[in-house]
């Protein structure tokens, strides 16, 4: 019931400050933009892979799944992933946590990162 | 003591992209099948990803994914006369060891050969007459044909997620593509990568000289894909860290992470690593095989896995080494040139320039495996006329970076010292504005380049080594020095600050330095048992129950790197297997 109300009231939140960026995210769009994480994170509870699970995503900081190994980077950043910081984070990594390991350069669309969080709210609970 | 294990139907010794794509197409057909590995397991999430990944002493110098020559080895000569002596460290080819094979480890080029390789001898000798030939090139025909294996090439490159342009779509030249190249049935999986400065300068320079260039075709995904069998890839983040790596964004083909994990999840299907196989075990009548036996290498355990069906799937020296331990098939005499297990071992040759440009910044450091241009006017161009030049073969040329390693690439202009301050000096100031181009040979094979069985050195199992007796000969050295020129001429053309100039490979060849993985032949394909160790479905003329699958069935080597033609034959022989051995054992071509 939390986890629902909290979601409600971020939506509310995301329409009056980033609408522009995340208000049309579309999960269906989404699920085609997750192809360029799908070779490494899963979104089954506990199947880490060469990323680390993406489940419960947002409902827990970086870095603190206890059995992946997190770069050193990732660990120190503290990081309470959002709709926000992810979608600032995959915007460009290297920018938001320097030295992190994962191999991706970024998604520059924000359209494209309004679908894909879209489709990991709706998916990664 | 060795323990005799229950009969499966298949075993296939070696799990890199033949027997990965082997096992899943026959576990799939319902066949219980046994794959023996000598490497260890090793996968993308535990091994290649950051930061396991990115360590050039532990994969380039100390070759972690590579054959542990303190095990098995072998001697290498240039000419019978000399005495053969062990290779005690990897050094001219990087045969994999792990689960995955070489497959983990390539660039990823990925080419088809065509009818000018299938049907070498009577293309040659219907343009230019049987004497064009030198006596002692044992060149002939594969018994296969491009268009059977159309279908095949493009199952292996959407299996890979090659990322290229096609040059000829059903007989329709293509802009942007090879227009030298054999017509495909359709495009490949995904558009090519983004070329670097130094391929784009190349392709430049080369369609200045009326040459025509395109993207190598190479399976680094360039972008996310999802391929037949539902294997996600990763785009390729041009990284730098291609060859001898694993891929750690999951971006580069490779088995380890297309069909052998879904052939793990097949209840049909066990693997077995550190598993040596020693043997092929032959029938009394010698006219099946009955399985192998292998050596556990952790603990010295010997097994015996009785089989239906053997398939030889290891790298392609192991394979003819194990076809020659175990006695099938005749060992082949360069003397006498009887027999045909060790015919017709094949290499290539090469040549290179760099070029040192004062005030570019080519970023070595980023690149993909394939992030090259290739020009094929020189190669599968039959318009291009070797007669003046008196050569067989052909060799491909290309500009750009595959894997310029951060501690190991060193470009500085000749005449620069080997080290001191001065090297120091200029490899600070030359390492930003070098690029090279480069070309890539065909050897053609010769009656005196063969394996046998080495008289004097054992490996730790107390078998003999595989000898190789190897060099180049008149024809390479001609065809180097062409290609040497042509190289020289684009470098000139593109006014560089400084050039070393490509030279031919003329001085005899040495195992030292690494050259090239596209070792070839030694149990090669064929119309007849008469000149050949298979037949057209890589089934061994001797006992029909045994396939031999991998570059050791080529009758000779192309410029081409190999391994769209060894996937190719791979899927190949699994239908040939599936649909037709399975229903009726027994020779699928009459001898």
New interface residues.
Partial sequence: MRNSFRAAAGLGLMLSMTAAAQAGGDAARGEARF??C???HKLEAGS????PSLHGIFERKAGTLADFRY?PAMKRSGISWTPETLDKFITEPQAMVPAN?M???GMANPDDRADLIAYLQKTSK | MTTKLREVDVVIVGLGWTGGILAKELAESGLKVVALERGAPRTSENDYSLPNIRDELRYVVRHDLMQNTARDTLTVRNNPTQEALPMRRLGSFLPGEVVGGSGVHWSGHTWRWTDMEFKIRSNYEERYGKKFIPDDMTIQDWGITYAELEPYYEKFEYTAAVSGKAGNINGKIQAGGNPFEAPRAREYPLPPLTPILASEMFSDAARNAGYHPFPRPSANASQPYTNPDGSKFGGCQYCGYCQRFGCEANAKGSPHMTVIPIVMRNSNFELRTHSWVTRVVKDNDGKRVTGVTYTNVLNGEEFEQPATMVLLCAYAINNVHLMLLSGIGTPYDPVAQKGVIGKNYCYQTGAGATLFFEGKYFNPFMSAGGSNATIDDFNINWEFDRGPHNFVGAYNVNGGFNTALPIGYRPVPSGTPQWGSEWKRATAKWYQTAMTIGASGSVMSNRYNCYDLDPTYRNAFGQPLMRMTFDYKANEHRMGTHAAQVINDIAKSMNPTKLNPAVARTNPWTVVPYQSTHNTGGTIMGTNPGDSALNKYLQSWDCHNLFVVGANVFPHNASYNPTGPVGALAYWTADAIKNRYVKNPGPLVAA
């Fill in positions: 192809q360029d799908a070779a490494c880490n892979d060469v990323g770069s390991r191999p991706y350069a």
